[in-house]
């Protein structure tokens, strides 16, 4: 029981984290037909804002040092300002180019990004300490569950509860709905079109401040690389949902977070590096049966 | 009635100008090139050989792939495996196959084996993938490369994990590097020109008339995606040749982003393209390295801070995407008559087809 209760919890905090990525994937691909390829990196510059620039070995702590109350504000601030300025000077010139060329474009955007993060930080993964308190292990049926875990839990059910109700609640969620469901007929009807994608692009951008705050406070590192992982998942689990489903994407990041620990836990100790190698076999296997995805939208088929 | 002149014969003439052209290179840089020099050169002749085997899947079926990288993987590992000595082997890769372990084969019977175990992966996952739409089957593909960097790195016994292994033979120059180019040049060719080549290319320009004149797409995706991945197979045989060490680190995004964006700077949809954007990028790599190793002003070294090669390569891809999204080739071929596919609508029918997207 006390196990079980282990794994339930360890599920749910990294399917939150997977969670978390595929919506901030999902919300710019409803407006926009962008696939994001440098979400991770702003999950990675994120965490980095809270470093002073220096290729020493040990982390100079800047912003990281501000109380929490500003330090959390501030850190959404800054990945909504990245993810609106990276719309503003790159995304919104491709706004009627392929799929495939908004894919190389943000791609070579997060490559910019990720270099321009090594040329001031270097390679090496810095130790960062942020709210020692929550590494410690609350009580919970008999169970030890770390207070990190509960808290990530707790956020993303909060993030979640707000973004339904801001979509379904909201003349800018009704919009954003529009907009996702049929960008042309929405303009016509007098939705406003940079609006829309300059909000996506902001809710997303302080997504993935909220994963890089999660992160490091998990691992006490910040790594270039840590964006990179997430967003791989992430954008699996948006393939597995259901190309332009919301809440199709939400729940797969969730299923793969499961499925993940459930391998961890399962899994011979030689095969358990190969962990997510199995997660990615069951993918396959999953699209193999429904290759449009377990949720697929009504308007993502194609009309001939 | 005038008889219709054949493919072969009116578009042979754009691989001929290619490989001619990068035996001129090799030849002058034989000649009159430093060691160094020739050792980016034949870096050069693999990286077209990478870019043209990418060109033979994207530039023919107009779908993004993030994973090709990874066959280079598999070949550069395949090689590694049959042609290390088996001395060197027993001690660093204890966990190979018995036969595996004793077989020591030459370069030229390893690379086409390196080439058809990479094509062979690529049959088993492409029936996966390509089933997938577009978009999605783009973002799979990068779960590729994602899950055979994961094994490659972590497989300790079998490929020394995130380690290099050592003591591959050295055995690559311009001659051989020149080979492989011109090997991948006429696959991507005869591909190109073949039936499922232009079936395929049907797919990429509308899909429902195609699906509609009796091609599955599914099927010719597949064939493609088979041919770049044993194109890119050998590739990998000839970097590991070229490097003579292999590490998982060499084959992950650094090396995706910048293929891709040497297929996108010439130009995604022709052959021409494809080499001629490995040579420019690999001009700017070279410049770029040369002014982060420094220039002397008066006495004083000035250099640029290392990285600066990637972030310009960056800014470059994205700004030839803004304003020239065909690339510098204009997505055209090299040839004295152009091809006749490509020739230039007349103005009316521009419009039409602009109008429709």
Not at chain 2, 154 to 173: A, F
Request: a positive charge; hydrophobic letters at 55%.
């Amino acid at each position: 029981m006390r196990e079980l209760l282990q794994i339930i919890f360890d599920a749910l905090s990294l399917g939150s984290l997977y969670a978390l990525g595929a919506l901030g994937i999902a919300l710019i691909f409803g407006v926009m037909r962008l696939v994001n390829f440098a979400h991770g990196d702003f999950i990675a510059f994120c965490v980095f804002a809270m470093l002073w620039p220096s290729i020493d070995a040990a982390a100079v702590v800047f912003a990281g040092q501000l109380p929490f109350y500003l330090l959390i504000p501030l850190l959404l601030l800054t990945g909504a300002a990245l993810s609106i300025l990276s719309e503003i000077v790159v995304f919104r010139r491709f706004r009627n180019a392929n799929p495939a060329t908004m894919m190389i474009a943000s791609f070579a955007l997060g490559f910019v990004i990720r270099h321009l993060l090594l040329m001031l930080f270097s390679s090496r993964p810095k130790s960062i300490t942020l709210w020692p308190s929550l590494g410690l292990p609350v009580e919970f049926l008999g169970a030890h569950i770390p207070m990190l875990q509960v808290v990530t839990i707790i956020i993303t059910l909060a993030v979640l509860v707000i973004l339904v109700l801001f979509l379904k609640r909201t003349r800018y969620g009704l919009e954003m709905r529009a907009a996702a469901d049929n960008f042309t007929m929405a303009r016509m009807l007098g939705v406003r079109a940079n609006g829309v994608i300059l909000l996506a692009f902001a809710i997303s951008g302080m997504l993935a401040a909220a994963i890089g705050l999660i992160l490091a406070t998990n691992s006490g590192t910040a790594d270039i690389g840590m964006g990179a992982n997430v967003m791989l998942i992430a954008f699996i689990a948006t393939v597995i949902g259901g190309l332009g489903s919301i809440p199709g994407a939400v729940a797969a990041g969730f299923l793969i977070g499961a499925a993940s620990v459930v391998f961890q836990a399962t899994l011979p100790h030689d095969a358990r590096v190969f962990r997510d190698a199995f997660v990615y076999g069951a993918v396959i296997v999953v699209l193999l049966v429904r290759p449009q995805g377990l949720f697929a939208p009504k308007s993502a088929k194609q009309r001939v | 009635m005038s008889q219709r002149p054949s493919v072969i014969r009116q578009t042979i003439i754009t691989p001929i100008v290619l490989i001619v052209a990068l035996l001129i290179m090799a030849a002058l840089s034989y000649q009159f090139g430093s060691r160094a020099f020739n050792r980016t050169v034949v870096e050069m002749f693999i990286n077209i050989m990478v870019v043209v085997g990418l060109y033979v899947f994207v530039g023919n079926s107009g779908l993004l792939s993030f994973g090709h990288i990874s066959f280079l993987c598999l070949g550069a590992y395949m090689t590694a495996w049959l042609t290390i000595p088996p001395v060197m082997k027993s001690i660093t890769l204890k966990g190979l196959p018995a036969w595996l372990l004793h077989a020591q084969l030459p370069m030229w019977v390893a690379t086409p084996i390196s080439g058809i175990f990479a094509a062979l992966f690529a049959l088993i996952v492409g029936r996966v993938i390509m089933r997938l739409s577009g978009i999605a089957a783009s973002i799979a593909t990068f779960g590729l490369l994602g899950v055979i960097n994961n094994v490659y790195s972590n497989w300790d016994s079998v490929t020394g994990g995130q380690g290099s292994i050592v003591g591959i033979p050295p055995t690559m120059n311009v001659w051989t590097g020149w080979i492989g180019g011109a090997v991948a040049i006429a696959i991507a060719y005869l591909y190109s020109i073949s039936r499922s080549g232009l079936a395929l290319r049907a797919t990429r320009d509308e899909a429902v008339a195609a699906s509609a004149s009796g091609i599955d797409i599914v099927r010719e995706r597949l064939i493609a995606f088979v041919v770049s991945a044993f194109i890119i197979g050998l590739a990998g045989a000839l970097y590991a040749h070229f490097l003579s060490i292999v590490n998982p680190g060499a084959f992950y995004l650094r090396t995706t982003f910048i293929t891709l964006s040497m297929l996108v700077v010439g130009g995604m949809y022709s052959l021409s393209g494809a080499v001629s954007g490995v040579v420019a990028i690999s001009v700017l790599i070279e410049l770029f390295r040369d002014l982060e190793k420094g220039i002397s002003l008066g006495g004083h070294t000035v250099g640029l801070p290392n990285g600066v090669q990637e972030i310009a390569i960056g800014i470059i891809t994205i700004v030839i995407l803004m304003y020239l999204p065909t690339g510098l080739t204009r997505n055209r071929e090299f040839s004295w008559r152009r091809w006749p596919l490509q020739r230039r609508l007349p103005r009316p029918v521009q419009t039409a087809l602009k109008e429709l997207h």
